[in-house]
């Protein structure tokens, strides 16, 4: 199975997860994140967001960050789903799934990745308020949560 | 030498998607951006180097000291906001 998928359709947790450990009776934890599009932004209502990327550069990006993920946490398999395009308040954006054979590296590594994907993948998010479209400015938080692991970051 | 350069989100909309530069061998990144913001109007505004730009030499981050070869791929764009 593909470890990275950059896709503009849905996609399903259960079906995922199921598929990452079905070729592994050694799993016994699975750690997973998704994100969602938020309503607000920014002090602003947010309708909904497009969401662009760097065909290419974005999937070399990730599949590099989940070889560093599997060299520094007892790791089993890792999956990285990113949609793209234009997306809903609700809808699901992002996916990381990790297993391992016990929580505490599953939880870690998941965190890893999505700290990682934050600030180095190149993604970007325009979203739609009231007052126009809008290009979403990047935190300095997500620097820090990177930083947390020794990776300097000046994305932000 | 010749080098094809990339821009995404906010810089697309201000510069097209994508432009050949033609370049003196020995170049690096900083030459080009020097370059680009050479020309004025909206290069020398969105590329301004008190703005917040990344770049990407191949498809990989890097910065402006990277030298470029003919026909490298390089890429401009804000910091990154996905996840």
Partial sequence: MARVSIQTADFDLSAEIAALRAADPGVGAVASFVGTVRDRNEGSAVSDMELEHYPGMTERAIEAMIDQALQRFDIKAARVVHRVGPLRVGEQIVLVAVTSAHRGQAFQACEFLMDYLKTQAPFWKKETTPEGARWVDARVADDAALARWGIQASNA | ?83
């Fill in chain 2, 1 to 83: 030498m010749k080098v094809q350069v990339r821009y995404f989100a906010a810089l697309r909309e201000s510069l097209g998607a994508a432009e050949t530069v033609e370049l003196p061998a020995g170049s690096t990144l900083g030459t080009l951006r020097d370059a680009l913001l050479a020309r004025g109007g909206r290069h020398a505004e969105v590329l301004a180097r008190g703005r917040a730009v990344r770049c990407a030499l191949d498809q990989a981050m890097s910065d402006e000291t990277a030298t470029l070869r003919d026909g490298a791929e390089v890429a401009f764009f804000p910091p990154v906001t996905g996840g």
